[in-house]
């Protein structure tokens, strides 16, 4: 009933294989899988146990992603949350790009605020998010007086995988003295992010999406200047942060967060070779009908092919769209969504040379039996 | 650097025992361990995914609990700020009991709420909360126009384990038509909790409290008036719940959840025995000069004791308060909290009655030795 049997396949699922944890954080797991394990010594605040180190390390985070303090949230969609619930008033205007997960609208529909869109510089087939309308929108929604309560930019979007230079909205928001967060689900913990850099005030990031960590946690990194609004204490327990509703992630996926950080750093100092094996993938499988969709070339891990290649081949196969999914199985491959066959969305991030070349030679041997 | 030395422990900490989760368990995380693994094969709804069986699941928690729906949660916690979020305005009155937890709190300072409180029918040493009060209380705010949006009982409270008879309350808000919230992060999963009998709109329970879930993960049930208000779907993503922000525990917690599920239903029915364990350790304990703060006998596993014996010795001793920690740690007991002396906290609750015993004596061997 419960077993995945995914344990030993290759994972293609972009949402996946940024949190696959590491070994030693699986010895971790055995000390820390009770309730409240992270409990024993502490002294009222989630963030400054020191047993294990948690405020060690998220000194370290914050370091890290060059931010003044960061928080522990649930994951990424917790951390907007609380940020427009913190920071904005009901009714007030979030700015958002056309490619943002559904996440960021329905965090902002939770704080009872309008949503106003950024489109496209073209839609298909690069779904490029036209930046420089972020100051279009924030001007007409200030020509009607609408009040702009928060920018949001999804740094790497889940669909197309494409990578938005966030500091040119950064600058944009810095300059209308608007506050500014960054979705970094998809690159904190994959790639380098430096929010300084970015002109980020906020940043979220998702440890089961891209931070080798089992979830559900994210962390929230925020400039000094919004410290007394995300920070503020209950009247009643001043050592409880309201917003966080004291602590956050009171259990074992702090620990695996924690424990994988080293490799989580490591890794990130190879994002090149991470792009280099995307650009690969996506240079052979051109070769057999597949077209790649988003930015060119690409600067993600996450690929989306348009794939008619399939489609074709599912039209005449008995098994119809599940015969991709199925014969990617018998080789040992997962993560292909069973049964659709006109796009596939996959990442080879983390594999190694080897295993990103029997991937792309199963592909091939697949689409050669039809 | 992240190693508990609690494994082979006998943990006494009341806020842990409820949470130690059983070896089938510890089996299933293998499977799930990475981030994201419960959602290979999610159609866009976390409560509905089939395959691991999470909808099912939830449908057993709901008749167990004998209440309409249910909702995971990432704790009680997140469950009482959900509701407290949907049903209430800024400005509400929310009252609630002397007892409460520090989060009903925090909680109803995030959703911008008002508090008012339900006090004592006797302080030191039962301090047994006066249910007859909520009347007054609703009568009072009722006088000054005031709205109140909830009314909230801690069903057995963190300090005392005091077991509140939640009827009485739940009939009174019946009568006056205002919502009724039960916390029972300390009861369900513990001992049986029958939402319908206690005449409860609202059960939040916790997994990692007392449902032998590796947290953070908990429970909210509901019944059917409130449907449309807790489970309100995103104008955008209509198969997304707003105050859910779509998907919560999307990871290995919900996986320890139901899979300590069977077992937990199990130890619920042995309930009785529980209290004849906590009772006995009262008992003999109050033989060496400890006394038990709270309602007497005892109707849940958690124990408060003021040791004024314990204290006696911290004056004499060089370690200080530190000498009765040091003493059980070096007998192989852990989770008192180390250095205090005056009251303990203690829990022996799914232990073997040898292992109860062991405690008992191990306790008595200490004192003898001063």
Same mark, same amino acid.
């Given at each position: 009933?419960?077993?995945?049997?995914?344990?030993?396949?290759?994972?293609?699922?972009?949402?996946?294989?940024?949190?696959?944890?590491?070994?030693?954080?699986?010895?971790?797991? $055995?000390?820390?899988?009770?309730?409240?394990?992270?409990?024993?010594?502490?002294?009222?605040?989630?963030?400054?146990?020191?047993?294990?180190?948690?405020?060690?390390? @998220?000194?370290?985070?914050?370091?890290?992603?060059?931010?003044?303090?960061?928080?522990?949230?649930?994951?990424?969609?917790?951390?907007?949350?609380?940020?427009?619930?913190?920071?904005?008033?009901?009714?007030?205007?979030?700015?958002?790009?056309?490619?943002?997960?559904?996440?960021?609208?329905?965090?902002?529909?939770?704080? =009872?605020?309008?949503?106003?869109? !950024?489109?496209?510089?073209?839609?298909?087939?690069? $779904?490029?998010?036209? #930046?420089? *309308?972020?100051?279009?929108?924030?001007?007409? #929604?200030?020509?009607?007086?609408?009040?702009?309560?928060?920018?949001?930019?999804?740094?790497?979007?889940?669909? $197309?995988? &494409?990578?938005? *230079?966030?500091?040119?909205?950064? =600058?944009?928001?810095?300059?209308?003295?608007?506050?500014?967060?960054?979705?970094?689900?998809?690159?904190?913990?994959?790639?380098? !992010?430096?929010?300084?850099?970015?002109?980020?005030?906020?940043?979220?990031?998702? /440890?089961? =999406?891209?931070?080798?960590?089992? /979830?559900?946690?994210?962390? @929230?990194?925020?400039?000094?200047?919004? $410290?007394?609004?995300?920070? =503020?204490?209950?009247?009643?327990?001043?050592?409880?942060?309201?917003?966080?509703?004291?602590?956050?992630?009171?259990? @074992?996926?702090?620990?695996?967060?924690?424990?994988?950080?080293?490799?989580?750093?490591?890794?990130?100092?190879?994002?090149?070779?991470?792009?280099?094996?995307?650009?690969?993938?996506?240079?052979? #499988?051109?070769?057999?009908?597949?077209?790649?969709? /988003?930015?060119?070339?690409?600067?993600?891990?996450?690929?989306?092919?348009?794939?008619?290649?399939? *489609?074709? %081949?599912?039209?005449?196969?008995?098994?119809?769209?599940?015969?991709?999914?199925?014969?990617?199985?018998?080789?040992?491959?997962?993560?292909?969504?069973? /049964?659709?066959?006109?796009?596939?969305?996959?990442?080879?991030?983390?594999?190694?040379?080897?295993?990103?070349?029997?991937?792309? &030679?199963? %592909?091939?041997?697949?689409?050669?039996?039809?």
């Amino acid at each position: 009933m419960y077993c995945r049997n995914l344990r030993e396949m290759i994972n293609l699922n972009p949402i996946q294989r940024g949190g696959i944890i590491p070994k030693e954080t699986k010895k971790v797991i $055995y000390e820390f899988w009770d309730g409240y394990s992270i409990c024993d010594f502490c002294q009222g605040k989630l963030d400054e146990i020191e047993h294990p180190n948690i405020k060690h390390f @998220l000194e370290e985070v914050a370091e890290w992603l060059n931010i003044d303090f960061v928080r522990v949230t649930h994951g990424a969609r917790e951390g907007k949350f609380a940020v427009m619930h913190a920071i904005c008033k009901e009714g007030d205007y979030v700015i958002l790009d056309s490619n943002a997960h559904y996440t960021s609208y329905v965090s902002a529909e939770r704080a =009872k605020l309008n949503i106003a869109k !950024v489109g496209y510089e073209e839609k298909y087939p690069t $779904y490029k998010i036209n #930046l420089d *309308d972020y100051k279009k929108v924030i001007d007409e #929604l200030e020509d009607k007086n609408k009040n702009i309560g928060l920018i949001l930019l999804t740094h790497v979007d889940g669909n $197309y995988g &494409n990578l938005n *230079d966030a500091k040119k909205v950064g =600058k944009i928001a810095r300059e209308k003295g608007i506050p500014f967060l960054l979705n970094c689900a998809y690159s904190v913990g994959r790639m380098p !992010v430096d929010a300084k850099k970015l002109k980020a005030d906020f940043i979220v990031a998702s /440890g089961h =999406k891209s931070m080798a960590a089992s /979830g559900p946690i994210g962390i @929230l990194g925020f400039r000094e200047e919004f $410290y007394d609004k995300i920070a =503020k204490p209950s009247q009643n327990f001043p050592k409880k942060e309201i917003e966080f509703l004291g602590c956050t992630s009171r259990g @074992l996926p702090i620990i695996t967060l924690m424990s994988s950080f080293p490799y989580v750093k490591e890794r990130v100092k190879k994002w090149n070779e991470e792009i280099k094996k995307t650009r690969y993938v996506v240079e052979e #499988l051109e070769k057999v009908g597949f077209k790649q969709l /988003g930015i060119k070339p690409k600067e993600h891990d996450l690929i989306l092919f348009e794939t008619p290649v399939l *489609d074709d %081949i599912a039209k005449k196969d008995k098994r119809r769209g599940y015969f991709f999914y199925d014969e990617l199985k018998k080789r040992g491959i997962g993560g292909i969504k069973p /049964g659709v066959t006109k796009e596939i969305k996959m990442s080879v991030y983390g594999l190694e040379w080897e295993q990103v070349k029997y991937v792309i &030679n199963s %592909i091939k041997e697949i689409l050669l039996q039809f």
